[in-house]
T-cell receptor
């Protein structure tokens, strides 16, 4: 068990809808990362938050947004969903001290299916 | 931008034998971190091993070891005494030193372990 909790495990929704994915990081970890895993694109970094503030941004669509709350949990919001958004969405967390290269610890992912 | 390449989409090994998974990366940075993650059918991402680029000594974790060739930008994973439980997707990943610790992943290698 990595200590990173993601809910829900599975989500099935229709095109055009909006969903929210939730992540609770490991105790003590300040950074949260969101990744999208699909068959054709592999593991793509979406966004990182550190102690409530956006730290880095990757290939995140404008229809997607995220935030990290004061209790350090994070939510990824996906709107105007398209069939191509179907994927496994991972949350990861790390202690994140500069120049340390602390590893990322991943949750079990949320499987999103858009029909 | 950094890129990670895993040239072997699939590999197989006999139980108790040794297998090596290849990974190359491209970067202009002199200091960074490299990782191997394992993703079994349960889909959880599990850290296997971590290497700091400024250390010449290759990292080892029990049956797992790496061959880190900094000049060649190569980072291969050797699994000794392969076990059925080693069957999984293996991802090579790169992280810059300092700043965001986001990981850049390769496309993965699917490892099959034959009894």
């Amino acid at each position: 068990d990595s200590g990173v909790t993601q809910t829900p495990k599975h989500l099935i929704t229709a095109t055009g809808q909006r969903v929210t994915l939730r992540c609770s990081p490991r105790s003590g970890d300040l950074s949260v990362y969101w990744y999208q895993q699909s068959l054709d694109q592999g593991l793509q970094f979406l966004i990182q938050y550190y102690n409530g503030e956006e730290r880095a941004k990757g290939n995140i669509l404008e229809r997607f947004s995220a935030q990290q709350f004061p209790d350090l949990h994070s939510e990824l919001n996906l709107s105007s969903l398209e069939l191509g958004d179907s994927a496994l969405y991972f949350c990861a967390s790390s202690v994140h001290r500069d120049r340390v290269g602390s590893p990322l610890h991943f949750g079990n992912g949320t499987r999103l299916t858009v029909t | 931008a950094q890129t990670v390449t895993q040239s072997q989409p699939e590999m197989s090994v006999q139980e108790a034998e040794t297998v090596t998974l290849s990974c190359t990366y491209d970067t202009s940075e002199s200091d960074y971190y490299l990782f191997w993650y394992k993703q079994p059918p349960s889909r959880q991402m599990i850290l296997v091993i971590r290497q700091e680029a400024y250390k010449q000594q290759n990292a080892t974790e029990n049956r797992f070891s790496v061959n880190f060739q900094k000049a060649a930008k190569s980072f291969s994973l050797k699994i000794s005494d392969s076990q059925l439980g080693d069957a999984a997707m293996y991802f090579c990943a790169y992280s810059s030193q300092g700043g965001s610790e986001k990981l850049v992943f390769g496309k993965g290698t699917k490892l099959t372990v034959n009894p």
